[in-house]
């Protein structure tokens, strides 16, 4: 069966550090997600991305984030200055099409962890 | 807005006792409800939805819009079961196909 990647499982960097987190989508999919989950607290939906522009996103994902899809195949979430706070587990996600019916397919996750 | 509550967030059975994890939800639409699996040190894995009515892994989960719940249910518990159970909503309409998660219940089933 197909699956998201992501890349590195874990990372440890310095408050005020620039942090990039990689992802490889399925590849036939075409809307991408970022959700993310502090520890002991519940996913929550940071962004969507469809057509190489951002369709959606909540109030977390603010200036400090931003999302690329460089090539056809990776998608990639930049924090520009890392704060403690975002320390958490960042997952990845696509889905082929726009319909709510249609699966999302997560990736395994990678865990920031800001000092 | 929409909002998912899991109100318990652990829950401990006896194999093959009956399971029942509790989701409500607050969505002004109709929404779409899912159930995800994360087993240990394992990625978040849909396990159903509503609008296909299926059983899977002998789980089921029936949408009462009049409650606004959508439980996930399990006559005889399994050791396999242990894991965590995330129940999430998709709002229909434009803009609103992300999923809003709860915030988890951590089955664990006693041999």
């Known amino acids: 069966e197909p699956e998201v990647t992501q890349t590195p499982s874990h990372q440890v960097t310095q408050m005020g550090q620039e942090v990039i987190l990689r992802c490889v989508p399925i590849s036939n999919h075409l809307y991408f997600y970022w959700y993310r989950q502090i520890l002991g607290q519940k996913v929550e939906f940071l962004v969507s991305?469809?057509?190489?522009?951002?369709?959606?996103k909540s109030e977390i994902f603010d200036d400090q984030f931003s999302v690329e899809r460089p090539d056809g195949s990776n998608f990639t979430l930049k924090i520009r200055s890392t704060k403690l706070e975002d320390s958490a587990m960042y997952f990845c996600a696509s889905k082929w099409d726009r319909g709510s019916g249609n699966t999302i397919y997560f990736g395994e996750g990678s865990w920031l962890t800001v000092v | 807005a929409q909002r998912v509550t899991q109100p318990e967030k652990l829950l401990s059975v006896f194999k093959g006792a009956p399971v029942e994890l509790k989701c409500n939800y607050s969505y002004s639409g109709s929404p779409e409800l899912f159930w995800y699996v994360q087993y240990s040190r394992q990625r978040l894995q849909l396990l159903l939805r509503h609008i296909s009515r299926e059983s899977i892994k002998g789980f089921t989960a029936d949408l009462n819009k009049g409650e606004t719940s959508f439980h996930l249910k399990k006559p005889f518990a399994q050791e396999e079961d242990s894991a965590m159970y995330y129940c999430a909503l998709s709002g229909r309409g434009a803009g609103s196909y992300q999923l809003t998660f709860g915030k988890g219940t951590k089955l664990s089933v006693i041999p």
């Open positions: 991305f469809y057509n190489n522009e951002i369709s959606e």
